[in-house]
């Protein structure tokens, strides 16, 4: 059987730690050749910068070759069917990341592929941002276990991996969302079950000063994410009350730390400088992009 990570739970909770501790050792200057000789084939169909980048330069530091498409270039499912698609990848190249839209064209083309499928962000979730982020998680505080998360904002596909990577190393997210934008039941429900060994858990609330209670990080994303333009005028009216700004922080933890996933629209979610503040971790956190990443190709390549 290939080895897909198409949604976060695609990993078992007992695999995420050993692949943190191997991102922070490739970041602390461990040598690997794992991809030495082989291609990964980065497909995207929405923009990307820390996700390009980090693929890119990770998949170069394994001792492999990047080759990317810019969105529009293949046409998947467009100019050419996915299996399709899927099948010639799978003779040139060794590893496929993907970014796309419907979580149903991912799972498609994995169907299709006799190589690894990385989920480079469909609409449903963002699951190699969430194994950056329990990276960030593990750096700042020591460890995942027993952590209080909030992320404030949209029950999105940033928070819905989130859950799922926080809950399955025993840790607590509480995500808070305006009525109509919360984090699908299900999910709710599957991260609980995730992480149900280690205590782990996942909770939806709606007030953002319930959720940063005793937090220890305080996390969000934008309002609108890639594909929903149409809808920024009314959800800008509707997650008012939702920015992260530091009377919001001050709130938490005395010792939180603050994190977005990025691009951030400044004076929407975030008050302008927030990510300048002293509690910002959120360039350690896209850094680890590129480690948490190189971290799983190797796993996948290997297994
Ligand atoms: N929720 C955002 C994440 C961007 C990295 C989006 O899907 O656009």
Not at 226 to 247: C, H, S, W
Not at 275 to 295: G, M, T
């Amino acid at each position: 059987m290939v080895n897909h990570f198409l949604k976060f739970s695609h990993i078992a909770p007992e695999e995420i730690q050993p692949i943190i501790d191997r991102a922070i050792a490739l970041k602390t200057g461990a040598i690997s050749n794992a991809l030495a000789g082989k291609s990964v084939a980065i497909l995207f169909e929405k923009p990307s910068l820390r996700t390009k980048l980090s693929f890119w330069v990770g998949t170069e530091k394994l001792g492999g070759n990047p080759v990317h498409f810019a969105p529009e270039e293949v046409g998947l499912g467009k100019r050419e069917p996915i299996a399709d698609v899927a099948h010639v990848m799978s003779r040139m190249s060794e590893v496929a990341v993907i970014r796309t839209f419907a979580q149903t064209t991912i799972e498609e083309f994995a169907k299709n592929a006799s190589i690894p499928v990385i989920n480079a962000l469909t609409d449903a979730e963002h699951p190699c941002q969430a194994l950056a982020d329990v990276q960030t998680i593990t750096e700042q505080l020591g460890t995942v276990k027993g952590a209080n998360v909030a992320f404030i904002g949209d029950g999105n596909n940033v928070a819905v991996s989130l859950g799922y990577a926080v809950s399955g190393l025993g840790g607590h997210l509480v995500v808070a969302s305006p009525n109509g934008y919360e984090v699908p039941f299900e999910d709710v429900e599957g991260a609980n079950t995730f992480g149900s060994a280690v205590d782990g858990s996942m909770k939806q609330v709606t007030s953002p000063q319930e959720a940063v209670m005793n937090a220890d990080i305080v996390y969000t994303d934008v309002w609108t994410s890639m594909g929903q333009e149409a809808e920024t005028a009314k959800r800008l009216i509707n997650f008012d009350g939702y920015q992260v700004n530091p009377a919001l922080l001050d709130q938490a933890s005395a010792t939180v730390k603050f994190m977005h996933d990025l691009p951030a629209h400044h004076g929407e979610e975030i008050s302008h400088d927030l990510l300048y503040d002293s509690r910002s971790v959120v360039f350690d956190q896209a850094e680890n992009r590129l480690w948490a990443q190189a971290a799983l190709m190797e796993k996948l390549i290997q297994s």
